[in-house]
């Protein structure tokens, strides 16, 4: 990955993070500041997420140079980005937010049509990321439609279309970046479009039981670090529970669900060729305070839920300084002592 790309991913990365601690602390009645605000800025924080961070980070750090982009997409790119946040932060799902979401939406169907040879020469992760694109794409007509005609049929749609880039994009991308034994073509891609279904539409969630287990076999086949190995049979018995109907499909059960994912194996397995710099037990710590964060949210303790958030960006950022660090120290030229006898 490019200087710029990570600086790019990091930036946006710390950004949704920043937001997303500014609004847990909103819920929980210490800062009133933006109250008015809160739905705008909370479109902001879910689509940077994915818009500058997720995504990208997906496309880099598993898809790599396979049908690298132009030249100026990148920076066509971040104007796209850039302007949809600010038409969120201004008047929501207005005309700004949804033109440059059009614009991002144009970038990562270019992305995945200039990467179509990974459906036929990819593995069991890899194949499906340029197909669940375009099948998210097509999410975004009915959403537009049913918008204000009936917004509990649109909000299900959103959910499955999430659903699809994390489960039909994030999900692999990250597996594949830890080398965890990849299914055949074309289970995950299958199983990820059922549960996608199944995570928009409560009265479907048997549909999500593939997904949990086709993870549940790979956690246990594949030879993934300890931490990496109990976060995806996390993520694995969580869909389960949610396949099984064992816990309330209320908007908290969803928020920390999609917390969970992204910010536990999804994040972390992206991320694992720098977090491996990074000590244990900081990597410990992230994972016990992402999921507190998690838990506080689904049982409605807005407080816990501010105070681990806390824990959770302080630690980020430590990890960062450590990636970062370690990165300078291997950039430096080590310096040898001259031959003997040589003049000093």
């Known amino acids: 990955m490019s200087g710029r790309s990570a600086a790019a991913v990091v930036t946006a990365l710390a950004a949704t993070v920043l937001l997303g601690l500014f609004l847990r602390w909103q819920l929980a009645g210490a800062v009133d500041v933006l109250v008015a605000q809160f739905t705008h800025l909370r479109h902001v924080h879910t689509h940077l997420g994915f818009y500058g961070a997720l995504v990208p980070l997906a496309w880099l750090a598993a898809y790599g140079e396979d049908g690298a982009l132009p030249r100026l997409t990148a920076p066509v790119y971040a104007v796209f980005v850039i302007a949809a946040h600010v038409g969120f932060a201004l008047s929501g799902y207005g005309l700004l937010a949804i033109v440059g979401s059009t614009g991002v939406l144009a970038v990562w169907l270019l992305a995945a049509w200039r990467r179509r040879r990974l459906v036929v020469v990819g593995d069991g992760w890899l194949f499906g990321a340029p197909l669940a694109i375009p099948v998210a794409a097509a999410c975004i007509p009915a959403i537009a439609v049913t918008l204000r005609k009936d917004p509990t049929l649109s909000a299900s749609i959103v959910q499955s279309f999430l659903s ?97 994912a992204v910010l536990g194996p999804v994040l972390m397995g992206l991320a694992w060729p720098y977090l491996e710099r990074v000590h244990p037990i900081v990597r410990v710590a992230w994972t016990l305070a992402v999921a507190s964060m998690c838990a506080a949210i689904f049982l409605h303790e807005a407080l816990a839920a501010a105070i681990a958030g806390t824990v959770v ?32």
Not at 320 to 337: G, H
């Open 164 to 260: 699809v880039l994390v489960l039909g994009v994030l999900v692999p991308a990250a597996l594949h970046v830890v080398g965890a034994r990849a299914p055949k073509k074309p289970l995950w891609l299958l199983a990820a479009l059922l549960g996608a279904v199944a995570l928009g539409f409560a009265q479907l969630s048997l549909l999500l039981l593939p997904v949990a287990l086709t993870l549940l076999v790979v956690a246990m086949r594949s030879r993934l670090d300890l931490l990496l190995r109990l976060l995806w049979l996390a993520f694995a018995l969580g869909a389960a529970v949610l396949a099984l109907g064992m816990v309330p499909t209320d908007a908290a059960t969803g928020v920390a669900a999609l917390h969970f």
């Open 313 to 344: 960006v302080l630690l980020l950022a430590l990890g960062l300084a450590l990636i970062l660090t370690s990165s300078i120290r291997a950039s430096v030229p080590r310096t040898t002592a001259p031959p003997e006898g040589h003049a000093q």
